[in-house]
């Protein structure tokens, strides 16, 4: 099992930057490659970010390819995602979640352990 619990949501203005943290614990963190994924309301879950366990070869949505980062410490058991030049369509529930498909991926079904979430809101 792995224990996922997201931080770091806020209500933030648009062009502002906001940096989500997911703590994991449980088996060993290093062996999954994490997702970022969201969720607005009346819409489905969206895939925003993947890191393999390595922590090299990212992948990005295009809305937010260039304005997210993703990133991961395997020390301290902790994946992270910036969040720049945020839109109020950023506006979503986050969630992380881990896989044991370990370059990553695009599909919400592949991920093995999901957190809480974290809410993320964008005035204009």
């Known amino acids: 099992q792995v224990q996922l619990v997201e931080s770091g949501g806020g209500l933030v203005q648009a062009g502002g930057s906001l940096r989500l943290s997911c703590a994991a614990s449980g088996r060993t963190f290093s062996s999954y490659a994490m997702g970022w994924f969201r969720q607005a309301p009346g819409k489905e879950r969206e895939f925003v970010a993947t890191v393999p366990w390595s922590g090299v070869n990212r992948y990005y949505a295009e809305s937010v390819k260039g304005r997210f980062t993703i990133s991961r410490d395997n020390a301290k058991n902790t994946v992270y995602l910036q969040m720049n030049s945020l839109k109020p369509e950023d506006t979503a529930v986050y969630y992380c979640?881990?896989?044991?498909?370990?370059?990553?991926?695009?599909?919400?079904?592949?991920?093995?352990?999901w957190g809480q979430g974290t809410q993320v809101t964008v005035s204009s």
């Open positions: 979640a881990a896989t044991d498909h370990h370059g990553g991926s695009y599909y919400a079904h592949e991920y093995n352990y």
